[in-house]
């Protein structure tokens, strides 16, 4: 596509319910990167892809957070049991290499735990 | 201490001043710098790739210092529409992360 699209955007949702948000890159970037924000903060790195595979996900704030990539494309983070804490912007970025080129973010999911 | 970090401000400034930001990071590993452009609420966009030369895009300048580990940007002239948050970010060699400083925050007064 002509950009990086994020869904939902936004999401409210129960404490300990499970969400799953969804970020569709610029065609044929290989690199995606999930950031988290909360209000007011700064950008939080959680996990990128190169191809299908992650490196390094050390960035993960907990087990409750995983994520994954299929095709070279679409990625999915998933929250399980989500906590008040987790309340957030979580932000999708794509590049066409990772580390040599420049990001072009979505424009976010928001999500709200109740 | 934080891998990048950035005075937070708010710098408040009129309009046609000149305002500089400074960003420093930790790890000589570094590889790559960029300076990205948040308005509130927005996601954030490219602003200016940093290189070594220094360089300037319009009314903007960015330089590195590898010496000092910082990088900084220069806005002359500074223009309402120029208020907003300026993220950093640095590419390290050895951990091959893509980290962003916290922001630096600049509101332009008429």
């Known amino acids: 596509g002509a950009g990086v699209s994020q869904s939902p955007s936004n999401k409210v949702t129960e404490k300990g319910k499970d969400v799953e948000l969804r970020c569709d890159p610029i065609s044929g970037h290989t690199a995606l990167y999930w950031y988290r924000q909360r209000l007011g903060q700064g950008l939080e790195f959680l996990i990128y892809?190169?191809?299908?595979?992650?490196?390094?996900k050390s960035g993960l704030p907990s087990d409750r957070f995983s994520a994954e990539r299929t095709g070279e494309s679409v990625s999915t983070l998933t929250i399980q049991r989500t906590q008040q804490e987790d309340s957030a912007v979580y932000l999708c970025a794509s590049s066409l290499v990772h580390g040599a080129n420049v990001l072009t973010f979505g424009a976010g999911s928001r999500l709200t735990v109740l | 201490r934080k891998e990048v970090e950035q005075d937070p401000g708010p710098f408040n400034v009129p309009e046609g001043a000149t305002v500089a930001f400074n960003c420093t990071y930790s790890?000589?590993?570094?590889?790559?710098f960029f300076w990205y452009r948040q308005d509130c609420r927005k996601e954030p966009k490219l602003l200016m790739s940093?290189?070594?030369s220094g360089n300037e895009d319009g009314r903007f300048t960015a330089q590195l210092n590898r010496a000092s580990q910082y990088i900084s940007l220069l806005i002359r002239d500074s223009k309402l529409s120029d208020s907003a948050t300026y993220l950093c970010?640095?590419?390290?060699?050895?951990?091959?992360?893509?980290?962003f400083g916290t922001g630096t925050r600049l509101q332009v007064f008429p």
């Open positions: 790890n000589s590993a570094s590889q790559s």
């Open positions: 892809f190169q191809g299908n595979s992650a490196p390094d």
């Open positions: 970010v640095v590419i390290f060699y050895n951990t091959d992360k893509l980290i």
């Open positions: 940093v290189y070594s």
